[in-house]
């Protein structure tokens, strides 16, 4: 048996293969589609005690921005 991964251009195609599959001259799976983001959040929060709150997120956005916003005022 032989696998490929194959990206459909056309959506015409895929009526194609399912029809390929319903003759069970092939077999459709599907993959889960990794999410980076999502894997890196989750390894972040296993090693973490507590989240920080809502506040916490919020008064560390606003120093960021004030800092962004200061640095460039003086830089015109």
């Known amino acids: 048996m ?3 991964i194959i ?3 056309n959506p015409k195609a895929k009526s194609l293969i399912k ?3 319903d003759m069970n001259l092939i077999r459709i ?3 889960e589609v990794r999410c980076e983001l999502k894997e890196l959040l989750d390894s972040l929060r296993k ?3 507590e989240a920080p ?3 916490e997120i919020t008064k560390e956005v606003e ?3 004030k800092a962004r916003y200061e640095k ?3 830089n015109p």
Do not use: H
């Open 2 to 4: 032989e696998s490929l």
């Open 7 to 9: 990206e459909i251009i």
């Open 19 to 21: 029809s390929l599959a």
């Open 29 to 31: 799976k599907k993959e």
């Open 47 to 49: 090693y973490s005690d």
């Open 53 to 55: 709150s809502l506040d």
């Open 63 to 65: 120093s960021v921005r």
């Open 72 to 74: 460039q005022k003086s």
